[in-house]
């Protein structure tokens, strides 16, 4: 089977898988296995996301990304920088590349210059998970500190499978809360200021909070 075959094949599979019912755990293994089918992948980093507020509710992250988990989401949310995922989930362009969006510039991003670079890593395709309009999650992954870019067409495959991969993990979050004898499942998340004011907050977050006697904090507007 020649390369481009075997490509589409590969494709055409994580398409299938994408329509079978897992749990999340599963489903991030599996898509992510089926993704290095096709592409190059050194590091990956794979989280479920709150449509309303664009949060992360979980994620899952392989080394060396995950032993720096605190600074990247200090960048995410503290620093200005590019593809962030907020901004790819609300954008026209859902998948971006590092290398791409700096003009092949790494080190004029935050992110590269301060935590990737630290890591041995170079090229990163990032991409907010879309679905129906809502986005259920977000994808990231990188290369070693290298020449090698994410291409057009890398992007343009991830485009192409990131509503399979969005509707496959809404399904499965929604499955896991029908399960859940009528509560609220799943981590909640809240986002805070640096005076402590609320920036936002998920709905599994606001469920946990009431049952706290303490009253939750107001939302701030900017």
Same mark, same amino acid.
């Given at each position: ?17 994408? +329509?079978?019912? !897992?749990?999340? =755990?599963?489903?991030? %293994? $599996?898509?992510?296995? @089926? /993704? *290095? ?56 362009? +859902?998948?971006? !590349?590092?290398? =791409?969006?700096?003009? %092949? $510039?790494?080190?004029? @991003? /935050? *992110? ?111």
């Amino acid at each position: 089977m020649s390369g481009k075959a075997s490509t589409v094949r590969a494709e055409q599979d994580l398409v299938r898988l994408c +329509h079978r019912t !897992s749990d999340v =755990a599963t489903l991030q %293994h $599996d898509v992510l296995r @089926s /993704l *290095r089918r096709m592409l190059s992948v050194d590091a990956a980093f794979f989280a479920t996301a709150d449509p309303s507020t664009l949060l992360s509710t979980g994620a899952y992250a392989e080394e060396p990304l995950a032993a720096a988990t605190s600074l990247f989401l200090d960048n995410e949310f503290a620093s200005a920088d590019v593809n962030k995922f907020a901004t790819l989930a609300t954008s026209s362009t +859902h998948v971006a !590349s590092l290398d =791409a969006a700096t003009n %092949h $510039d790494r080190p004029s @991003s /935050l *992110r590269y210059r301060d935590i990737m670079s630290q890591l041995g890593l170079g090229d990163e395709l990032r991409a907010a998970l879309i679905v129906g309009g809502e986005c259920w999650g977000y994808l990231c992954l990188h290369r070693e500190d290298h020449e090698l870019r994410f291409s057009q067409s890398e992007a343009a495959l991830i485009t192409r499978l990131g509503p399979h991969i969005a509707d496959a993990l809404r399904k499965t979050v929604l499955l896991r809360g029908s399960t859940a004898a009528g509560e609220t499942c799943g981590p909640g998340v809240v986002l805070l200021a640096d005076d402590l004011s609320l920036v936002a907050i998920t709905p599994q977050a606001e469920h946990l909070l009431s049952w706290s006697p303490m009253p939750a904090p107001a939302l701030s507007c900017p």
